[in-house]
């Protein structure tokens, strides 16, 4: 072997040697990394924001807020209150479903009687696809997916500062994508000093690299194993995993019993982590969804969240004048 082989080999040898350490420890940092410390949060308790009233609806109020934060950016989210205010402070329910919201998806939750609701709106792009396009926009949504616990904190921090919310009963509701933000969110809350009486997981799993491998979007079978273990480390502050464990309160998780959305194993794990006292209620048929085939398993999933959550005294049972606005949000 000649010496210009030998000095060409060594040098490829050494560069991958790099390239293998570099990996190596980004992904050790990655690892072990403080979750908590990892997720953008505001230090302050008071966001600058605008409060715009939509509309006056089957004795609702709806508003629409929006704040902006130096460290999560641009937070939004739907209010859903009595219209007159019947009490001085009312119970509060906060809302993440699995898909950008307007006003119409707060008439998904039904009746919500004398208790006001929080919807909260994703900060993604709503022109987000699967793809090439997805590609080049990777590190600003990563940043974007880090801030969503944050967001919701930030939420939480707003609705402790109107004087018609009742600060001891506030309830996180997590269907489907929001059941995998939810525990980061809660654990932000806590940690802040101001813990969640109540959760309700629904259809959710862990950790999110299975259920995004999962994912009918993702098509090409080959790409699934090679996103799984990136998607793990990378977004390991959300992962629920990491935080259930850490969680106080009372906890309701719901799941279906032929869900293919959600693997089976990651719906169990995602239920064997979350603490004690838990409640756990499995639905026949698939994962939940706004299309007409699937209304009916999502009200009843709806239903049971609200009738836990009215036996627990986290929030007011509707009252029987209120049964007439059924679809009001």
Avoid: C
């Avoid at 605008?50 to 934060?69: D, F, Y």
């Avoid at 929001?178 to 997981?201: C, K, N």
């Avoid at 790409?223 to 390991?236: A, E, F, G, Q, T």
């Amino acid at each position: 072997m000649t010496v210009a082989r030998r000095t060409q080999r060594t040098i490829a040898l050494g560069s991958l040697l790099a390239v293998v350490l570099t990996v190596g420890t980004v992904a050790g940092w990655l690892r072990f990394r403080d979750p908590v410390g990892a997720l953008p949060q505001e230090v302050s308790d008071g966001l600058p924001g605008v409060e715009e009233v939509v509309e006056h609806r089957w004795g609702r109020l709806l508003t629409r807020v929006t704040l902006e934060g130096r460290a999560v950016g641009t937070v939004r989210f739907f209010v859903s209150r009595p219209d007159p205010m019947r009490t001085q402070r009312i119970p509060l329910m906060v809302v993440v479903a699995g898909r950008r919201t307007g006003t119409e998806e707060l008439s998904l939750l039904g009746d919500v009687g004398p208790n006001a609701v929080v919807w909260f709106e994703w900060p993604f792009p709503p022109d987000l696809r699967w793809g090439r396009e997805l590609a080049w926009r990777i590190p600003d949504l990563y940043r974007t997916a880090l801030s969503v616990p944050g967001q919701l904190d930030a939420a939480l921090r707003w609705a402790s500062q109107q004087g018609w919310v009742d600060r001891k009963r506030v309830s996180l509701l997590g269907y489907s994508l929001g059941a995998l933000v939810i525990p980061a969110a809660q654990r932000l809350s806590q940690e802040r000093g101001h813990p969640i009486g109540w959760t309700v997981l629904a259809y959710g799993g862990a950790p999110i690299g299975a259920v995004l491998d999962a994912n009918p979007r993702v098509r090409a079978s080959w790409v699934r194993p090679l996103i799984r273990v990136p998607v793990d480390l990378l977004l390991r502050p959300v992962e629920p995993s990491v935080h259930l464990p850490e969680l106080r309160g009372r906890f309701l998780l719901l799941g279906g019993k032929g869900d293919t959305s959600i693997p089976f194993a990651a719906a169990e794990r995602m239920r064997r982590l979350t603490p004690h006292p838990r409640t756990i209620l499995l639905f026949e048929g698939e994962h939940i969804g706004i299309a007409a085939a699937k209304r009916h398993l999502l009200e009843s999933v709806v239903a049971a969240s609200k009738s836990w959550l009215v036996d627990q005294g986290a929030i007011e049972p509707s009252e029987p004048s209120d049964a007439s606005r059924s679809s009001a949000p």
